[in-house]
């Protein structure tokens, strides 16, 4: 429902719902400037094509970000190998000159989590800026703060940054009305079928730890939970309907409309992703980073998507999608809400369809 979404809830809605439906009852050679003008390409296009050029560039592979403003995806290329440049042209892409591999940023990663895991700490690779963000809350003061400094500046000049977050990391659950098990409330993020034909949802791991029952609004049995992490590994939990005949389409409610989801697809750095969750409602905003990590107080999660969207407590475990209704993630946690923004991390939902043996649709 939009009831609480606010302006930026409005203005997604406004730029998504051109393509709902009506709601339903129910939940070679040469130099690389000589070569090809890069293609105009979709977020899903581009996060493929990323993968294969990472893959094929090797150590000149500096990371990815889809230009959503031009449709073209950006290949950031260490070294100055003309053949490399070529490549990553003919293949369809733009090559930018950066400084820091795609191994060098990981390897700062894990170098972060072997010193600075301390809670209310995140990290992602930004490509845009070709550096490791660190992301610290209001909670990293004195003695915690210096301890992240250190280690940021010990992995050496321009590769990562520190910014400053007003809000405070923690997951978004709590009491409301959407999907309820004890006194927690969170959302439900998508239907699924698993692997033995039965029908259910992905949420929040964080909801599916808390509680293994899940009624709708009313109180009705809906679900219970047959797998959850959290933490660790990523933040995701599978729930099968109680009721084998249960009404589960594919798609997302956003508020008498409903988007058909399709499939689930992989993030792309720089895409328009949207979220829908019970307590905020529909908005939306940009993928800013992928294979987050995240120290929030009850443990770390890693592999996350981090982005600019909005969300509060309640809307864990709800939906982000696209605008074409390929499933992206479920929300996680962050800092922040829907007045003053703030950062959203949300599980992929890719892996975690891998991980609990389920498919969309």
Known sequence: MLAGAGAAGIVAAAILLPNANASQTGSGSGSAS??????????????????KLGKKLGDAYGGAYYDADKQQLIINVVGDDNDVNVEVSEAGAVPRPVRNSSADLASATRTLAG???IPGTAWAVDPRTNQVLVTADRTVTGGRWDRLETAVKALGDGVARIQKSKGEFKTFAEGGDAIFGGGARCSLGFNVTTRDGQRGFLTAGHCGVAEDRWTDADGAPLGTVQEAVFPGEGDFALVTYDDPGADAPDVVDVGGQTVPIRGAADAAVGQQVFRMGSTTGLNDGQVTGLNATVNYPEGTVTGLIQTNVCAEPGDSGGALFTRDGAAIGLTSGGSGNCDVGGETFFQPVTTALDAVGARIP
Do not use: D, M, Q
Not at 34 to 51: G, Y
């Open 115 to 117: 010193k600075a895991a």
């Open 34 to 51: 000589e070569a090809v003008v890069a293609e105009k390409i979709n977020a899903a296009t581009a996060a493929r094509l990323a993968e």
